[in-house]
């Protein structure tokens, strides 16, 4: 079908020819040029951002890791711990065995007849936290021996007579010092009358009494001197 126009040439439609200008052409290079900038930035950040998230989850997985390392050193140390404190005890106990052996000798010696032991126990003092004072100095002699051990010991007794032959004996002794009663009770053991008793002590090892004469005899010659 043909179709004709007869309108003037001053009503007819106009066509609009479209035409770019360099100006527009600039805008549009510059459009596309941002909008390729954008892509290349969004691609670069997703690929740091996959980086980063990579990098966390080994850093989760080093930190499980080293948790259960941390938690391994820690239960070694308190091994190593349990381990040094019995070899100090073995050493202690293997260090005075045989001084261990003469007290427990001499105090089974001086045991009389009708007193019975239960109890020997053995506690190391406080530390000592009084000083002389300055001026002394020079005029107090050095206590070289340092402080003894104490022990408790404890038994039954048929008599008050029985214990005070046991305190004489100790008094004699070069192991025990300064012995003191603590408490004595009497009581019933299958209807036998006994006394319970409680007495403390300095106990001397043999070697620290070697020790403290050679020091104080070598104190003796420099005051000679």
């Not at 004709?4 to 439609?13: F, G, M, Q, T, V």
């Not at 053995?122 to 051990?149: A, I, V």
Request: net charge positive; hydrophobic share 40%; proline share 5%.
């Amino acid at each position: 079908m043909i179709e004709i126009n007869l309108l003037p040439k001053e009503l007819r439609r106009r066509k609009k020819v479209f035409a770019l200008t360099k100006n527009t052409l600039y805008f549009l290079f510059g459009c596309a040029g941002v909008f390729v900038i954008l892509i290349f930035l969004t691609v670069l950040q997703q690929g740091k951002l996959k980086s980063l998230e990579h990098k966390i989850s080994e850093a989760k997985k080093r930190k499980s890791q080293l948790k259960e390392t941390i938690q391994l050193v820690d239960a070694l140390g308190e091994i190593k711990k349990k381990i040094l404190d019995r070899m100090s005890a073995i050493e202690s106990l293997d260090k005075n065995r045989s001084t261990w052996i003469e007290i427990m000798e001499d105090l089974s010696l001086r045991v009389p007849e009708n007193v019975w032991l239960s109890s020997f126990k053995e506690t190391s003092p406080p530390p000592s936290s009084s000083k002389p004072p300055q001026d002394d100095t020079l005029k107090q002699k050095p206590s070289f021996s340092p402080p003894n051990s104490k022990v408790t010991i404890e038994g039954y007794a048929f008599s008050i007579n029985n214990l005070a032959t046991f305190l004489i004996r100790l008094l004699k002794s070069n192991y025990f010092r300064n012995p003191e009663l603590a408490f004595v009770k009497a009581v019933e053991v299958e209807k036998q009358k006994v006394f319970i008793f409680q007495l403390d002590s300095e106990l001397l090892y043999s070697s620290q009494v070697v020790q403290d004469m050679e020091k104080e005899k070598s104190f003796a010659q420099k005051e000679e001197e």
